[in-house]
């Protein structure tokens, strides 16, 4: 079955990620998340198989997450309007395999697909 990793080449832990895919040999299909920003409807999906809230998908260690939206009390549709916005804020790497994803965090985590 193949696999898709939304990928930050410049990344460290999306690249373990990947390269444990590779090392498995799998199909796999990469999507540079930064450079092919996911529509609503395909984040919404991703959320999905994920088993997630909007929120818990924003990284909120990054510079932008701390100067515009720290303080803020969004909803969970606002919360996909701004990833989308900013995908810097997309917490990385996501695998999808069928209809289950997860966060590679820490990467070994893709292994359980």
Not at 26 to 38: G, H, N, Q, S, T
């Amino acid at each position: 079955m193949k696999y898709t990793i939304y990928h930050n080449p410049r990344c460290s832990k999306s690249r373990e990620a990947l390269s444990l895919l590779e090392e498995e040999q799998a199909d796999i299909e990469i999507v540079k998340y930064l450079d092919d920003v996911p529509t609503e409807e395909q984040l919404l999906k991703l959320l999905a198989k994920l088993n997630m809230k909007p929120f818990e998908l924003v990284r909120k260690t990054e510079k932008i997450y701390k100067e515009e939206y720290k303080n803020l009390s969004l909803n969970d549709h606002e919360w996909v309007k701004v990833m989308i916005e900013n995908p810097k804020l997309i917490e990385r790497p996501i695998v999808v395999k069928g209809n289950k994803a997860i966060v590679g965090r820490p990467p070994s985590l893709v292994k359980e697909l």
